[in-house]
């Protein structure tokens, strides 16, 4: 979007979050999919959220233990350190964009709608990898089995945490 502001003319783009991390957006729909269904719910309370949502948590933390437990904890480390770094660069990018549209003024609904989006999506994945990385802290296991210690590569399985690492 291009914006002009006192003579300044400004150019801004926000790429979305999944493609940013080189992701296919069809890989979290599937899975948002696949953990909360495709039906629509209605949420009165925060029990209802809590019933509703605390077997999928387990779910999902067993599925992580066990992802821990399969290849070297070193590894899962490595690669969530990876995936912490480039989230936290999109989100401070990310970031100086939205302060720069609020300096200069602009008002459109859109586009603040858009880093809204992605500046969520991007908390939210930082949230779950610094709890990912402490808890692989907790869980050490496989740490004989060899790995790749300069492959400093996003492992997009991961960072999405499918059900095997060979899914997709």
Known sequence: ??????????????????KAMRISSEIPKRRFTELFGAEKRNMET????????????EQYQ???YEYIKKYNSSEVIKN???ILDECYQYYI???KARI????????????YNEYGDNRNIAMNTLSAVNLWIENSLLYQENNEVGYDEDNIELD??????VRRRDKY
């Open 156 to 161: 997009p399985i991961l960072l999405v945490l």
């Open 80 to 82: 969530l350190y990876r």
């Open 46 to 57: 925060p029990e209802d959220a809590i019933e509703f949502l605390c077997p999928l948590v």
């Open 100 to 111: 720069k549209l609020r300096d200069i003024g602009v008002r459109d609904v859109e586009i």
């Open 93 to 95: 990018c990310q970031k």
């Open 1 to 18: 979007m291009v914006f002009k502001n006192n003579g300044d003319i400004y150019a801004f783009e926000s790429v979305p979050f999944w």
């Open 62 to 64: 067993e599925k992580l």
